[in-house]
């Protein structure tokens, strides 16, 4: 199972405690660690984390500066962890924008952790579902479905196809997908709630699985007798 994670809320979250926003996004960092460790016991074979859109460059240049950092210590401190436990670590968007000393510490996570094999993480920095699938129209071979897929994993610097998303949880309360993987949505469940992204717990996660299990899905057919 594919589980998409658009990651809303840190900053309403934080401030309704009267913190910076930036505390909000730290807070997350250690939702994105506990929802991880939990992913493979729900039967979730692949993640992918909407950290930073490519939208999110217009936000205060020390938020900005405050979440590549975070980012930079969560690859730092996670690879290790994410060998031990048979993640392997991906991250999708654009490179060219992103601090170099990020972009290192990317490469090595995801080196280090090419052998994974429980979980494939996958996280999204300088991410924009628009922008993806324009590159991938300009690299794709082929007419077919899979042609296109395969052109976007490479647009966004894998070497694989695109995968289908199963199940797209958002929290933070708002409903809409925000340029997040638009292709790869065309028949994932839909699941809204309103707890922000730092309460978020395994227990929260193991509730949408649980409602998406539930859900009959007919990608456009009739059900099945
Ligand atoms: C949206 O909440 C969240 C982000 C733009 C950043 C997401 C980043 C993290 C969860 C930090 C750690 C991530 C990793 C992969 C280590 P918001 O700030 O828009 O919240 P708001 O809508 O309440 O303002």
Same mark, same amino acid.
């Given at each position: 199972?594919?589980?998409?994670?658009?990651?809303?809320?840190?900053?309403?979250?934080?401030?309704?405690?009267?913190?910076?926003?930036?505390?909000?996004?730290?807070? $997350?960092?250690?939702?994105?660690? #506990?929802?991880?460790?939990?992913?493979?016991?729900?039967?979730?074979?692949?993640?992918?984390?909407?950290?930073?859109?490519?939208?999110?460059?217009?936000?205060?240049?020390?938020?900005?500066?405050?979440?590549?950092?975070?980012?930079?210590?969560?690859?730092?401190?996670?690879?290790?962890?994410?060998?031990?436990?048979?993640?392997?670590?991906?991250?999708? $968007?654009?490179?060219?924008?992103?601090?170099?000393?990020?972009?290192?510490?990317?490469?090595? %996570?995801?080196?280090?952790?090419?052998? $994974?094999?429980?979980?494939?993480?996958?996280?999204?920095?300088?991410?924009?579902? #628009?922008?993806?699938?324009?590159?991938?129209?300009?690299?794709?071979?082929?007419?077919?479905?899979?042609?296109?897929?395969?052109?976007?994993?490479?647009?966004?610097?894998?070497?694989?196809? %695109?995968?289908?998303?199963?199940?797209?949880?958002?929290?933070?309360?708002?409903?809409?997908?925000?340029?997040?993987?638009?292709?790869?949505?065309?028949?994932?469940?839909?699941?809204?709630?309103?707890?922000?992204?730092?309460?978020?717990?395994?227990?929260?996660?193991?509730?949408?699985?649980?409602?998406?299990?539930?859900?009959?899905?007919?990608?456009?057919?009739?059900?099945?007798?």
């Amino acid at each position: 199972m594919h589980v998409a994670l658009i990651m809303d809320g840190n900053g309403r979250w934080a401030a309704a405690r009267g913190w910076p926003r930036l505390a909000g996004h730290r807070e $997350g960092a250690k939702a994105v660690r #506990r929802i991880v460790e939990a992913a493979p016991g729900l039967g979730i074979a692949t993640m992918t984390l909407y950290a930073f859109s490519s939208d999110n460059w217009g936000r205060p240049p020390r938020e900005v500066a405050g979440l590549m950092r975070l980012f930079r210590a969560y690859l730092a401190g996670e690879a290790q962890r994410c060998v031990e436990n048979g993640v392997r670590l991906r991250v999708i $968007g654009r490179r060219d924008r992103l601090p170099e000393v990020l972009l290192r510490q990317m490469r090595a %996570a995801e080196e280090a952790t090419a052998g $994974g094999t429980r979980l494939t993480l996958r996280i999204a920095l300088d991410y924009s579902a #628009r922008d993806a699938l324009m590159r991938a129209a300009a690299l794709a071979e082929g007419d077919s479905r899979e042609d296109f897929a395969l052109a976007l994993g490479r647009a966004m610097g894998e070497d694989e196809p %695109a995968p289908d998303v199963d199940l797209l949880v958002r929290t933070g309360g708002e409903q809409r997908l925000s340029d997040f993987l638009l292709w790869e949505c065309a028949y994932a469940e839909l699941y809204f709630t309103p707890l922000a992204w730092p309460e978020f717990d395994p227990t929260a996660l193991g509730r949408a699985v649980e409602w998406f299990q539930g859900r009959e899905r007919r990608f456009g057919r009739l059900m099945s007798a």
